[in-house]
């Protein structure tokens, strides 16, 4: 049974930072691209960012220049650096992950900035 454990979300003023993680665990051979999505009350879900397996990154427009998306392949572990959060950015994020092309999908962790 494969998982996915993101933890790190929280409250935050306008300004300030978070850093998300998420382990993947379980019986995984390879893990593809990795990701973060959001999802606000009242909208569709949305990519914020995501990482190939070799490293290469896309952003959504929204946060270029905010959020720094990484991974610890050794660990099987992606990581979101979120900087200058905006009351916009309050969602819930969710991981995913391709593993042996199979998409996984964490359980969500709260993100919530106060202006």
């Known amino acids: 049974q494969v998982q996915l454990v993101e933890s790190g979300g929280g409250l935050v003023q306008a300004g300030g930072s978070l850093r998300l993680s998420c382990a993947a665990s379980?019986?995984?051979?390879?893990?593809?691209?990795m990701g973060w999505y959001r999802q606000a009350p009242g909208k569709q879900r949305e990519l914020v960012a995501r990482?190939?397996?070799?490293?290469?990154?896309n952003y959504a427009e929204s946060v270029k220049g905010r959020f720094t998306i990484s991974r610890d392949n050794a660990k099987n572990t992606v990581y979101l650096q979120m900087n200058s959060l905006k009351p916009e950015d309050t969602a819930v994020y969710y991981c995913?992950?391709?593993?042996?092309?199979?998409?996984?999908w964490g359980q969500g962790t709260q993100v919530t900035v106060s202006s």
């Open positions: 995913n992950a391709d593993t042996d092309y199979t998409p996984r």
């Open positions: 379980g019986s995984i051979f390879r893990i593809n691209t």
């Open positions: 990482i190939t397996s070799g490293g290469s990154t």
